[in-house]
């Protein structure tokens, strides 16, 4: 063995940006055990294997919109027309064409569409993310009233019922279909030289640029990642509610940020997992069924959810400046 | 440049947004003969005041480079809480009224606090108690509830001429942030805190009780809104304030205020109340529905923005 | 003898590991005006935050008039009468020139309301006191950069000051300008104020400061009155060797080597003279010129960071459309000038910043290997010698020396054909500069071109084999072998420009 050898061997360090994330994704899913021990104790009913199936089949839009969400974070954005891209794509693609693959098919292009003009608006045009995906949202939202005239209709295909509330081998298929895409984009963010420099701009946009990153192609993609996901969501969220409404997804704007920030991403850009937010998303969704079971007065869960995204933000925030 | 126009933050933008009041007047005037009568303007007046009021609370947290997205979730309290507790004589009004106000001030100098002292960025800060707000509100009360003395509600039916009071208040606030924002020094650090915020702090600005007093000057106006709206109902809604989270930017916006901070004032936002209120009233007029009505908001919005991203040069 | 308006008694200051400042003594008398010299990185503006206040000292303490002050906001130095002039701009332009002015201390009525008319007036009032021509009612971000810094000294003095700190006020400045602030300094000195001038330009230094204290690495290595010293005595005192020591010899034959860049009438911005020259294989060639003289504009538009139009050829091959991707492929790179800003990214891995640039990822363009970049990473920590415990830790740990090799390692792993470098050494202690140019003169032997960018006028003159002198924008003069010195070059940068200020001639 040579000296140097030696030397190059990396020794474990806790302060190493990966081991602080770690530290940080296992504080959520103290959290997680926490929160559900507590109510196991309250009421043995929650630990059930149905109750705990109905959670996760109810965290999984949530969990592609924010993982989407978090995308647009990563790159100092921010995306309000999630929810409104749900319910346009799910109303637009429903009613255009009966045969489910074709559905997924128009709706996730939909989505891609969607996200690209609000990556336009960001990249090229200079417009505010707040602001840009604002108008985005308000538009969308006249289409989709303006194309149904208020009142959606038309049925949903059996098919495409069963890819939201049927099951494979007992695993519920929109849990699967939410596995495989966390593990492709988690792939794609840690793994990949487009997910590397997505948090490269992120950290710094002006450095990113001088190191010869696309930057505004990043930020569009971003977005289109965002709308793409957030389509997935809305027809999952139909399929399993079975109703296309002008209104599906209504709140998952703020939700999806909401436990993006808890899920350990930053506004101020460059910071993000995707385990994190999808442990945030199921805390969140806990929540609710939490005081559900427990026969707590529904509104309760506003409050806790609330006070969660102050305190897990200020948390952050303490840490990264200690 | 002269003192006035310094004085009310006058942009040239505000000469397109006139132009554009002119031409909906117009335009309204031609598709109806019921538009420019004194009975439709007054009911374009009643539906502006209190997005008004809160288009002007916003106008401030945005001038000093922040934004408050808790109007959501405070309107639905304070309006709650206003009904419950103001029952029918003067005297639970003035009570009510007293705890709405001090509730607005001591909610907003919360949001403000933590945003200031913690370093929360503010989207989150507001989105949080927003959450907490319409949480609590609802758990108060699940449908609308609780009144308001009669002569109360009927004040905010009433009219001076064609100027309906609630009008008359919204002049009287504009007026009066207009002048604190020129003439007190509190005016000028929420544009110097707006403009650079560490500039502001070398400078020997107070930069964090400021940012205090500005949401909790917030959440005061809020509460004015909240009464108005309590007032004009009847009753307590726990749903007042949705959706005037986001509305109360878009009027800020096109006005001509940058979302960045420091430039911009009152001046933009009340042009800018009246154009979509009179547009939304003319649109009614021909029969378009409010479905194209949102398409056309959400494009004024990127067609503004688009308009001031040139000041801001490249990224 | 009175007591000193201000003074330092063992001041020291540590960020976690890092020791900035160690003991520091100083002090200031009313009717003096103290010169604070160091090299960038020596502890000046860490002296001059812990002095108002803005910073707590780890020991030590601040004297204010023989009494001990505890300050902990820069406000109640200010109120105490500590002015402060600093180098990054204080003013802001939503507000006119004479809100800026009194801002935080706006003359009001009996009602407690701003009185406008007063505002203006007194502002005015400071303006003509100070001999400046600027309209107080007219918007700062209206302004050029020499009448921002004149309203940054009026904000300065507005109040009945004691002490008034400058740091760097020169750096933006005309010849024309800085004589007339050097006027404005001398009668403050003479009105009984006392004065710190923070500069690195000797001459200055000499023309006006009544006293001399010289830092190095966080210590008090000199202090007198500026009789007692001479232009090589402070050098010497400042980077404690012979400067001659720190640079490797020259080419002998820089034109010697290939053309590798050629520029061919580069217009930088509309209304600027075109640009033409070439950097040869194996030479040095150095830009100097004033800050604003255009120098890192020009750099920006070579690699293709921002708009220009002109023919520019890199070993022939002509480059018509250039972005930043485009010219790291083809073997341009660029250390830019604020490490902070646009080189590093903060929150990321040491690891992650080595291999930020776009082939730093090798072979592995589908699917990075996990563990990958660290390796690599330790590998090019040893060959570039960058002191870190651990490449995953966030590169906001690093010293700006370290940072800066970092930087550097990032660049050469792509073995560009030519290397512009932006102020290379800013902010970097006397070791690492002396490593860093021993590395560039290496690189030039091997025949790579260089283009260097530099304010301090030694390195210009010692470092480069060939230098162009620029001046509002363009390329004014070209010095060769025993040519380049730092006369010649001063004698064109700082020629009077026909740009006109505020500022009375």
Same mark, same amino acid.
């Given at each position: ?322 | ?190 544009? $110097? ?78 042009? $800018? ?30 067609? $503004? ?11 | ?7 330092? /008694?063992?001041?020291?200051? @540590? ?138 000294? &009026? ?33 403050? /000195?003479? /009105? ?68 590798? #860049? ?67 492929? &083809? ?17 990321? @891995? ?61 660049? =050469? ?26 590395? #560039?003169?290496? #690189? ?5 071109? =260089? ?14 084999? /060939? ?39």
């Amino acid at each position: 063995m040579t000296a140097t050898a030696t030397n190059i061997r990396v020794k474990p360090n806790r302060n190493t940006v990966r081991a602080t994330q770690r530290r940080e994704l296992l504080m959520l899913l103290g959290f997680l055990v926490v929160i559900w021990a507590v109510t196991t104790a309250l009421s043995p009913r929650f630990l059930s294997p149905a109750n705990l199936k109905d959670i996760l089949i109810q965290a999984a839009p949530l969990g592609f919109v924010v993982i989407g969400q978090m995308i647009v974070i990563i790159v100092r954005g921010l995306d309000l027309s999630v929810a409104s891209i749900m319910a346009t794509v799910a109303v637009l693609s429903t009613s255009l064409i009966d045969v489910t693959p074709l559905i997924f098919a128009v709706g996730l292009l939909l989505g891609a569409l969607i996200g690209a003009v609000n990556g336009y608006l960001v990249a090229y045009r200079n417009v505010t993310p707040f602001l840009a995906t604002l108008a985005t949202m308000i538009v969308l939202q006249g289409i989709r009233f303006a194309y149904t005239g208020g009142a959606p209709g038309g049925s949903l295909p059996e098919t495409f019922r069963f890819l939201a509330t049927g099951s494979v081998f007992g695993i519920p298929v929109a849990l699967i279909a939410l596995a495989v895409t966390a593990f492709a984009m988690h792939w794609l963010l840690e793994r990949t030289i487009f997910g590397r420099r997505l948090k490269l701009f992120g950290d710094s946009p002006e450095a990113a640029f001088m190191t010869g990153a696309p930057t505004k192609l990043l930020q569009v993609m971003a977005y289109v990642i965002s709308g793409v996901m957030a389509a997935l969501a809305g027809l999952f969220l139909v399929g399993y509610v079975g109703i296309v409404d002008n209104w599906t997804g209504r709140g998952y704007e703020l939700d999806s940020i909401a436990a993006a920030v808890i899920g350990g991403a930053a506004l101020s850009g460059g910071k993000g997992s995707v385990p994190g937010v999808l442990l945030a998303a199921l805390i969140l969704v806990s929540l609710f069924n939490i005081v559900v079971i427990l026969g707590l007065s529904i509104e309760l869960q506003l409050v806790i959810k609330g006070t969660l995204i102050i305190l897990a933000a200020a948390v952050y925030m303490k840490r990264s400046q200690s | 440049m002269s003192t006035l126009a310094r004085a009310t933050r006058a942009q040239p933008v505000h000469l397109v947004v006139l132009a554009l009041i002119a031409i909906v007047f117009v335009v309204g005037m031609t598709s109806s003969d019921r538009f420019a009568t004194p009975l439709n303007l007054g009911n374009v007046q009643d539906q502006m005041v209190a997005l008004a009021i809160v288009a002007l609370a916003q106008t401030i947290v945005i001038l000093s480079g922040g934004i408050d997205l808790s109007y959501a979730g405070l309107l639905s309290l304070l309006a709650v809480v206003f009904a419950t507790l103001a029952g029918d004589t003067a005297g639970s009004l003035f009570l009510a009224m007293a705890v709405v106000f001090a509730l607005g001030i001591g909610i907003g100098a919360i949001n403000g606090a933590i945003t200031a002292y913690v370093g929360v960025h503010p989207l989150i800060t507001t989105l949080g108690t927003s959450t907490i707000l319409a949480g609590c509100a609802l758990l108060i009360t699940r449908q609308p509830s609780g009144s308001v003395p009669l002569f109360f509600e009927d004040f905010t039916y009433g009219r001076l001429g064609i100027l309906p009071y609630g009008m008359i208040a919204v002049i009287a606030l504009y007026l009066l942030i207009g002048f604190v924002l020129w003439r007190t020094t509190f005016g000028t650090r929420i544009y $110097a805190i707006g403009d650079n915020e560490a500039a502001a702090a070398i400078s020997g600005l107070p930069v964090q009780r400021t940012k205090v007093a500005i949401y909790a000057l917030s959440g005061l106006l809020c509460a004015v809104a909240a009464m108005y709206m309590t007032g004009r109902f009847g009753v307590g809604d726990p749903r007042a304030g949705v959706g005037f989270d986001l509305r109360s930017i878009t009027p800020v916006i096109v006005g001509g205020t940058l979302l960045a901070g420091g430039k911009g004032g009152v001046l933009g936002t009340v042009l $800018a109340v009246v154009l979509l209120a009179l547009l939304a009233n003319m649109l009614n007029f021909m029969n378009v529905s409010s479905f194209y009505q949102w398409i056309a908001e959400g494009l004024i919005i990127i067609a $503004a923005v688009s308009f001031f991203a040139g000041r801001k040069g490249k990224s | 003898m009175a007591p000193p308006f201000l003074a330092a /008694r063992g001041l020291s200051k @540590s960020f976690g590991p890092n020791e900035v400042l160690k003991g520091i003594q100083f002090e200031v008398h009313g009717g003096r005006n103290v010169a604070l010299c160091g090299e960038n990185g020596a502890g000046k503006s860490t002296l001059i935050k812990l002095l108002t206040g803005l910073y707590l000292p780890s020991s030590g303490h601040v004297e204010f008039e023989g009494e001990k002050a505890d300050w902990s906001d820069p406000r109640q130095s200010l109120a105490a009468g500590i002015a402060v002039v600093h180098q990054e701009f204080s003013v802001l332009g939503a507000l006119s020139i004479a809100e800026n002015i009194y801002l935080g201390a706006e003359p009001c009525t009996r009602l407690g309301l701003i009185d406008r008319k007063a505002l203006v007036r007194n502002a005015q009032a400071l303006l003509d006191d100070l001999g400046i021509t600027l309209n107080p009612n007219d918007l700062v971000e209206t302004l050029s950069v020499a009448d921002k810094q004149m309203v940054e000294i &009026a904000k300065a003095l507005r109040a009945e000051a004691k002490v008034l700190i400058l740091d760097e006020p020169t750096a933006v400045l005309s010849q024309n300008e800085t004589r007339h602030l050097f006027r404005i300094i001398n009668d403050l /000195r003479e /009105r009984g104020m006392g004065l710190v001038y923070v500069s690195h330009r000797l001459d200055e230094i000499f023309e006006i400061c009544t006293d001399i204290t010289v830092i190095k690495d966080g210590v008090v290595t000199s202090k007198g009155p500026t009789d007692d010293y001479t232009d090589d005595s402070v050098i010497a005192a400042m980077v404690g060797r012979e400067l001659g020591d720190l640079f490797p010899p020259k080419a002998s034959d820089p034109l010697a080597g290939e053309e590798v #860049l050629q520029v061919r009438n580069l217009v930088v911005a509309p209304g600027l003279p075109p640009a033409s020259f070439s950097v040869h294989a194996g030479e040095i060639l150095g830009l100097a010129g004033l800050v604003g003289a255009g120098r890192t504009e020009l750099a920006l538009a070579l690699f293709g960071a921002a708009p220009a139009a002109g023919d520019v050829s890199l070993d022939g091959e002509p480059m018509p459309f250039r972005d930043p991707a485009g010219c790291i492929d &083809a073997g341009m790179l660029m250390l830019t000038e604020s490490r902070k800003d646009d080189g590093l990214f903060m929150n990321s @891995s040491v690891a992650r910043n080595f291999a930020a640039t776009t082939p730093g990822y090798g072979v592995h363009r589908a699917a990075i290997p996990p563990g990958h970049e660290e390796s690599r990473a330790a590998v090019l920590k040893e060959r570039r010698g960058v002191v870190v415990d651990h490449v995953g830790l966030p590169i906001s740990a690093l010293s700006g020396g370290n940072q800066q090799k970092v930087l550097v390692a990032r660049l =050469l792993e792509n073995r560009p054909k030519l290397l512009i470098l932006d102020e290379p050494t800013r902010g970097v202690d006397v070791g690492a500069k002396a490593e860093i140019y021993k590395t #560039l003169r290496m #690189l030039a032997d091997e025949g790579m071109a =260089l283009l260097v960018i530099s304010s301090e006028l030694i390195e210009i003159v010692r470092l480069c084999d /060939r230098v162009f002198v620029m001046r509002d924008g363009a390329l004014a003069k070209e010095l060769t072998g025993e040519d380049i010195t730092e006369e010649a070059i001063i004698k064109v940068a700082a020629a009077e420009t026909s740009s006109h200020h505020g500022v009375a001639a």
